[in-house]
């Protein structure tokens, strides 16, 4: 595609369901980011893809957060048993190499948890 | 831990008008620093990075520079204009670790016609 695509663009979800947020890189992309951003806050790094291979998950905030890329193309980010405080955009970007500086972003899911 | 502070939260400026955005940093020892924007319900543009080596880049109107002894960066903007108007965001990559970027918060910018 011609930018980094993420699906649903929003989500609502009742406290203590699940929810799957889906992040489409751009093809050929090897390196592949997760951010949280809170409401008038900066994006704050969750996970690192390279590939298929998580090299980098020290920001996911608890266990019930978890990310996959099973063929080194899209990701998935889940969050088990969503709390109020998990409410936030979840942003998606990737970036050609590894070590590339510039990283293409999504648009963005926006997760509300009611 | 590497912070990352922006200053100030929020600003509105008549068309026209020079503006200086600052961030500053608490640890030196950084990959770069790259300045970003966002608009409304999208996601991060780009708009210039400044290798740890260099002091300045610059394209078009916008012009940053970097200190990085005193951890800072200024974001200059030249004859504001209303499509502007969008919150601008600074981000470090640490030395160390992957290749994550550490983000201030924000200034939100507003260029009233």
Request: charged share 20%; net charge positive.
């Amino acid at each position: 595609g011609a930018g980094v695509s993420q699906s649903p663009r929003y989500k609502v979800a009742k406290r203590g369901q699940d929810v799957a947020l889906r992040c489409d890189p751009i093809s050929g992309h090897v390196s592949l980011f997760w951010y949280q951003q809170a409401l008038g806050q900066g994006p704050e790094f969750l996970t690192y893809f390279q590939n298929e291979a998580q090299l980098d998950k020290s920001g996911l905030p608890s266990d019930r957060f978890f990310a996959e890329r099973p063929e080194g193309s899209v990701s998935t980010l889940k969050i088990q048993r969503t709390q109020k405080e998990d409410s936030a955009v979840y942003l998606c970007a990737s970036s050609f190499r590894q070590g590339e500086n510039i990283q293409y972003f999504g648009a963005g899911t926006r997760l509300s948890v009611l | 831990k590497q912070e990352v502070t922006q200053i100030p939260a929020a600003l509105s400026v008549p068309e026209g008008e020079n503006l200086v955005l600052n961030c500053s940093f608490t640890d030196s020892a950084i990959y770069n620093l790259q300045w970003f924007r966002q608009d409304p319900g999208k996601g991060l543009t780009s708009l210039l990075l400044i290798q740890s080596s260099q002091r300045e880049q610059t394209s078009g109107r916008l012009n940053a520079s970097l200190d990085k002894s005193s951890g800072r960066s200024t974001l200059y903007i030249a004859a504001s204009q209303p499509g502007d108007s969008a919150t601008y965001l600074c981000a470090v990559r640490p030395r160390s670790g992957t290749y994550k970027y550490i983000f201030g918060t924000g200034t939100r910018l507003k260029v009233l016609a």
